[in-house]
Every structure is written in C-alpha cells, then in structure tokens.
C-alpha cells in the first residue's frame, strides 16, 4: 500500500516539543526554536505533503503488540524514573535526560517489529544524546546540560523523521 509518511509527522512533532520546551534553559533559545520550527515546516511541506508516497505493509498484530507493549512500558517508566531521580538522586534537572533515555529506548523494539532499521538508528542516537548529557547532568545537576540534552534529541528526531522516508526498505525486499 502506498500512503504518505505519517510516521514523519509523529517524529517532526516530537522533535519541535522537545526542542521548544527545552531550549529555555540553553543560549540562543529563540535562535534553536525558530531553527526547529522552520525544519518541523520543512518537513510537513517536503516530506509529507510534496513528498514522495512510500510502500507501507500494513502492521502485523504481533508489530501491534510490540508498539503497545513499547508504548505502555515508556509511559510507566518515566514517572517512576521521575521519582527515583528526583526522590531518591536528588537530581530533579536529570529527569530531562531520563525521558530523553527513555523514549529512545522505546524505538528499539520497533526495528524489529516493523523490519525497518531506521528505528534502531534512531534509538541508538536518542540513547548516546541521553548518555552523553546524563554525564555533565549529573555531576552538577546543571539545568543547562539536561536542556541541551532536550534540544539534541528534538533535532535528532526532527532529523530522522526527515530522513526517514528515505532510508526505509521498500516491502518487496523484505520476507514476509
């Protein structure tokens, strides 16, 4: 079936919240709001709406299960991280990077599921943003490094849901 790439959408509009609720606490937040506003733009425009339809096999219920199971999961675990974090680390700036964790982590499951790779491209980054800005987080509980954390992931995700129609196989390389 062809259809244009909703999945875009999802990830551009992910992207830009992460980008306009987090970059208040880094430099030059009107410059990185309007940047992401202008690539979320860019994407609806290029990539969805003059953009090139794309193959879609329609989900299995076992894909299905997987996504809601993926869903599920990140929506209990970042509230309870939440709490630790904040409860128990005393480190209430690092609850940034622990959702940022989080729902890169929940993208992994749905490489497989799906059989399209690119969701573990983009879990991996979120998780390695999250890593990398977990360090400085932690360390001073800086709320400038969890919100760089915040607007690297939103870029991240406004990146793949860019390149995303792209570099997902077509259904008839894959086995059914």
């Not at 909703?6 to 606490?25: K, Q």
């Not at 193959?55 to 993926?70: E, F, H, K, M, Q």
């Amino acid at each position: 079936m062809r259809t244009k790439p909703i999945g875009s959408v999802i990830g551009a509009v992910a992207g830009l919240l992460f980008v306009i609720v987090n970059a208040g606490t880094v430099p030059a937040a009107v410059f990185w709001r309007i940047t992401a506003a202008g690539v979320f733009a860019a994407i609806v425009w290029f990539v969805v709406l003059r953009g090139p339809e794309v193959d879609r096999v329609p989900p299995s219920r076992s894909a299905l299960r997987t996504y809601g199971i993926s869903v599920a999961t990140m929506l209990v675990a970042i509230p309870l991280g939440a709490a630790v974090i904040s409860n128990v680390l005393d480190r209430p700036n690092a609850v940034l990077v622990w959702v940022v964790f989080v729902v890169g982590a929940h993208f992994l499951p749905f490489a497989q599921a799906f059989q399209l790779p690119i969701f573990r491209w983009l879990s991996l980054s979120m998780i390695a943003i999250s890593l990398l800005g977990a360090v400085p987080t932690l360390a001073s509980d800086s709320a400038t490094a969890a919100g760089w954390t915040g607007v690297a992931a939103g870029f991240i995700l406004l990146f793949f849901s860019a390149a995303g129609p792209r570099l997902t196989r077509r259904p008839s390389t894959q086995q059914s």
